[in-house]
Structure formats: structure tokens, C-alpha cells
């Protein structure tokens, strides 16, 4: 189908790739100046920002409890923006929308980004805060079941990084990964996947923009072929945790989050792949106040709360606010 026409009105408005070098420091004041106001946005049981300290060093993080109960599930997000942009406070509302329809007590990460910090450091930070999070479960009332990984775009890159390196590592606690339109595949030949031909230009993300985009990542000389580069490059997927793969039709990186999907599922992984039509790439972070695309959130929850009893319901105070 074609793009939704609330998504075509925006685009409509944005100019053209121009060709100008990047700017990493004007292109987060740009976004830092988008951020909704504080009360505007969704109210929690409390949200209050916190330290984890991992062997990678000393990583901010934001923690979201949705309603008070005795104990949650958790679920560690790591946000978007070509591993260069994105912060705890541009992606707040993700995480709002995550805790509120999952139940789950949200753990959003402050990882380092490029081209400051380049591979492997932003995957060190998330990494790190997912055994952190093990680690201090009695005092962030986790109930010992679900601990969930979950990340957009660069932070989908993540998910399959972490969710393979844990595996590797012997640590056996992730539970499930869910991937929103994820950069799995850091060699951007263009004739590698159609989705890359088909919506190389006027969705928003351009096939012609990913290499520059990403290069602040691989700055410091990373291999593309290297499987924590390119989760997708991993030979060997079994063991690894239940996956929800979110896909956007209009979207470059869609059929490598798809073939993503089926090579996990090849692998004995129990993996769901859904494909949002009319969406474009960033919709999570974009439109989800387009009610089927709020639908992810939504998805995500039935993912995580299949079998089990969640803590979903109504909040009704706003605790410690950033």
C-alpha cells in the first residue's frame, strides 16, 4: 500500500539530502529541541534516572514502572539514531509507551555514541546494563521471569548484538528481543536486499544516506562482516531468545530485519516477524500517535505477556521525573 497520508504530509515538508557533511553536534541540538515538554507526556507510577555501573564504566540510565505492583518484569530499551543520535530524553516517549503497554519496568540506556565513541562502546554500555540489571533485580522488583531486550533502528543492532554476545558469554537470562525496524546489516551495498531499491528515496530514511549516517560507528576501522558489526552475519542463531521482529513497508532496512526473522526461525529460534504497511522507517519513534501504528507498543505487550499475567493498568501519579 502506499505511505499513510499523515506520514506523507510530513514528508512532504522535509527538504532534500543536500549532500553537506554531517554535523553530529547540530544534528542533536536539532533534536534535543524536539523533545516534548515534561507535561505532556505519558504519566507513569514513577520515572527516575539512575546509574548503572557495568565493567564498561558508568552508564545513565532512565527506569520507567508503569503501575505499582510487587514485582515486574523488566525490559532494557536501547534507543535509536545511526549509534550517533538519540538520547534517553528523545526517545522518553518510547519508553512511556513500552512500560504503560507491556507491564514491564523499562530500563531505557544512555549508551555512548558515535563518532566520541565508536564500536564497540555503545554495544559495551548495553551489554553492560543488561547484567547489571540481573544483577541488581531485588532491588528493581524484578520478578524473575521476564527480562526483556528491545531497541529501534541502531538500537535493534543492539538487541541482536547483545542477545548473541549473552549467548556466547553463557549468560542464559534474556528472555525475548524485540527488533523495531532494525540495522542489521552494516555493508550497505544497495542491490543487497530490494527494500534498498524500492525505498531508497522520498520515505524519510534514504538508501544514500546509510553509510554516511553510520559511519561515525565504524570510525575507529570496525569490519562490517564482524557479526557484532552485522548481527546478520552470524553463522549460528540457535539458543538464541524468543524474537518479535517489527518491519516498516516503506522502509530500506526492511528485508533485513525480514530474512533476519526466518533465519532465527530456521535456527530452531521461535520468531515472529510483522510488517506494518503504510509505515515508514522511525515510525515507532514518529507516528506512533497514529493508532495502528501505536500498535506496536501494543504487539510488544502480547510478545512479552504471552502465558503470563502482566502489570498493565492505569497510572495514576507521576513519581520522580527527569
Not at 533502528?153 to 542477545?163: L, T
Not at 516503506?250 to 530452531?268: C, F, I, K
Request: proline share 7%; aromatic share 10%.
Amino acid at each position: 500500500m502506499t505511505i499513510h497520508p499523515e506520514i506523507a504530509k510530513i514528508l512532504a515538508t522535509l527538504p532534500a539530502p543536500d549532500g553537506s557533511p554531517l554535523n553530529p553536534g547540530d544534528m542533536r541540538a536539532g533534536e534535543a529541541a524536539q523533545v516534548q515538554p515534561l507535561e505532556d507526556r505519558l504519566p507513569l507510577h514513577s520515572v527516575e534516572d539512575a546509574t548503572a555501573v557495568t565493567p564498561a564504566g558508568e552508564v545513565p540510565v532512565r527506569i520507567y514502572t508503569p503501575v505499582e505492583a510487587d514485582a515486574y518484569g523488566i525490559l532494557v530499551y536501547f534507543h535509536g539514531g545511526a549509534f550517533f543520535l538519540g538520547s534517553l530524553d528523545t526517545h522518553d516517549h518510547v519508553a512511556r509507551a513500552l512500560a504503560k503497554e507491556t507491564g514491564h519496568k523499562v530500563i531505557s540506556v544512555g549508551y555512548r555514541l558515535a563518532p566520541e565513541a565508536a564500536f564497540p562502546a555503545g554495544l559495551e554500555d548495553c551489554y553492560g546494563v543488561v547484567r547489571w540489571a540481573a544483577e541488581q533485580g531485588s532491588s528493581l522488583g524484578w520478578n524473575g521471569k521476564n527480562l526483556a531486550i528491545a531497541g529501534d533502528s541502531s538500537g535493534g543492532n543492539f538487541v541482536a548484538a547483545v542477545a548473541a554476545k549473552a549467548h556466547d558469554d553463557g549468560f542464559n537470562r534474556i528472555t525475548h528481543q524485540v527488533l523495531f525496524y532494525p540495522s542489521l546489516d552494516l555493508d550497505f551495498d544497495a542491490d543487497r536486499y530490494p527494500s534498498m531499491r524500492e525505498n531508497a528515496e522520498g520515505y524519510g530514511l534514504e538508501t544514500a544516506g546509510l553509510a554516511p549516517f553510520n559511519s561515525f560507528y565504524l570510525e575507529n576501522g570496525a569490519d562490517p562482516a564482524d557479526p557484532f558489526v552485522s548481527p546478520i552475519k552470524r553463522g549460528d542463531l540457535s539458543g538464541l531468545p524468543a524474537a518479535l521482529v517489527i518491519t516498516a513497508e516503506h522502509d530500506p532496512l526492511r528485508d533485513e530485519g525480514e530474512l533476519y526473522g526466518r533465519h532465527l526461525s530456521a535456527a530452531g529460534v521461535d520468531a515472529t516477524v510483522s510488517r506494518y504497511e503504510g509505515a515508514n522507517h522511525g515510525f515507532v519513534q514518529n507516528f506512533a500517535w497514529i493508532p495502528e501504528f501505536y500498535r506496536a507498543f501494543e504487539e510488544t505487550g502480547e510478545f512479552l505477556n504471552a502465558g503470563t499475567v502482566s502489570n498493565k493498568g492505569t497510572a495514576s501519579t507521576e513519581g520522580t521525573a527527569p
